[in-house]
């Protein structure tokens, strides 16, 4: 069995498929929510779909110290084989017959290879979604590991470095992890905006969360090369 911890903060565009997603891969997998005080219908969504929902509250901010302390502290208590500690548009191509295998060739971390999904035909289903940059240079996050063999994950903020404390093994197949992070180039503007707004002092300090604060010209040239890179992958 496997514990899958999130954080979200209005995603009632994406929970359901995660939600989705995970539970045809993992059937019996529990799906703890941590919610950010979402202002739309993402807590709704998840308590439908019999998610448990945590709610925490950071001021109306996005704290990536408290991000970082949530997904370094969720799975401790976790009594499941596996734990995937992931955000809401990152969708791992793992099922739980790979997870099998992996646990008898005593595996405890799996390896993945990083795709940018890139709605490039504008398609208006997310599983209609199927072309994406893959970034052979950039290591996905260690987001699906054994808790049993782990003690610490320690992630750094964005969760993209860790250093894992314990026993590792990673993967010898690199399995596909889908971040869905260019769903529409409206989107990607909006979400940009809204998450510039949302950031602290503490973050603009340490220039944590700089892509939000492209300009609206960076980010259309940004999104038309990632149009221009993607490749089918399904």
């Known amino acids: ?27 019996d997998c529990r799906i703890t929510v941590f919610d950010n005080e979402s202002t739309d219908r993402t807590k709704e969504i998840a308590e439908s779909k019999g998610c448990k929902v945590i709610t925490y509250c950071t001021n109306g901010k996005m704290s990536e110290t408290m991000l970082r302390e949530i997904k370094n502290s969720c799975w401790k208590h976790c009594d499941t084989n596996w734990a995937l500690v992931v955000d809401v548009d990152e969708l791992v191509d793992v099922n739980w017959v790979d997870l099998k295998l ?21 398609a208006t289903r997310l599983e209609d979604m ?22 610490e994950i320690n992630y750094e903020i964005g969760a993209h470095v860790a250093h894992p404390v314990g026993h590792i093994q990673l993967s010898q197949r690199k399995y596909k992890f889908f971040h869905y992070k260019m769903l529409s180039l409206e989107w990607l503007l909006s979400r940009f905006a809204e998450y ?19 300009s609206r010209v960076r980010t259309w040239w940004h999104w038309k090369r990632r149009c221009w890179q993607a490749k089918q992958f399904k």
Request: proline share 2%.
């Open 1 to 27: 069995m496997i514990s899958i911890y999130t954080i979200a903060y209005n995603e009632e565009l994406m929970i359901a498929y995660f939600i989705d997603w995970y539970r045809y891969r993992f059937p």
């Open 130 to 151: 199927n072309y994406g940059v893959h970034h052979k240079r950039l290591t996905a996050k260690r987001c699906l590991f054994n808790p049993r063999a782990i003690r």
């Open 196 to 214: 510039r707004g949302r950031l602290t002092e503490e973050s603009i300090k340490n220039k944590w969360g700089l892509q939000y604060s492209r």
């Open 102 to 122: 992996e646990q008898r060739k005593g595996t405890t971390i799996i390896d993945f290879q990083y795709w940018t999904v890139v709605n490039k035909t504008g």
